[in-house]
């Protein structure tokens, strides 16, 4: 079993940063996988970036690359979303998902979520 709470999250306005945060623990949380998604008002949920055990490769989505970056600290099992020059697109609700089994970017693939984190960005 593993567990998995984001903290980060927060009322910005339009070119701000954020720092997400995702930490995992259990048996398997130091080697497994790492991603975050977003949910939209209205929307279903989307992919947004993925960082593997080692933290190599990593992948994102279209719409945010080059802004957003994903790292990992392995010592403290917690992965991170740096968000830079924020749109009001990017406001969601950010999860973050440990251990996959599938491919990065099927939700149904990822094994373990948090409980999400708001992000609103304001024009």
């Known amino acids: 079993q593993v567990h998995v709470i984001e903290s980060g999250g927060g009322l910005v306005q339009a070119g701000a940063s954020l720092r997400l945060s995702c930490a995992a623990s259990?048996?398997?949380?130091?080697?497994?996988?790492m991603g975050w998604f977003r949910r939209a008002p209205g929307k279903e949920r989307e992919f947004v970036a993925f960082?593997?055990?080692?933290?190599?490769?990593?992948y994102y989505s279209d719409s945010v690359k080059g802004r957003l970056t994903i790292s990992r600290d392995g010592a403290k099992n917690t992965a991170y979303l740096q968000m830079n020059s924020l749109e009001p697109e990017d406001t969601a609700v950010y999860y973050c998902?440990?251990?996959?089994?599938?491919?990065?970017?099927?939700?149904?693939?990822?094994?373990?979520w948090g409980q999400g984190t708001q992000v609103t960005v304001s024009s």
């Open positions: 960082i593997s055990g080692s933290g190599r490769p990593t």
């Open positions: 998902a440990v251990n996959l089994r599938g491919s990065y970017s099927d939700s149904s693939a990822w094994n373990y």
């Open positions: 259990g048996s398997t949380a130091s080697t497994s996988s």
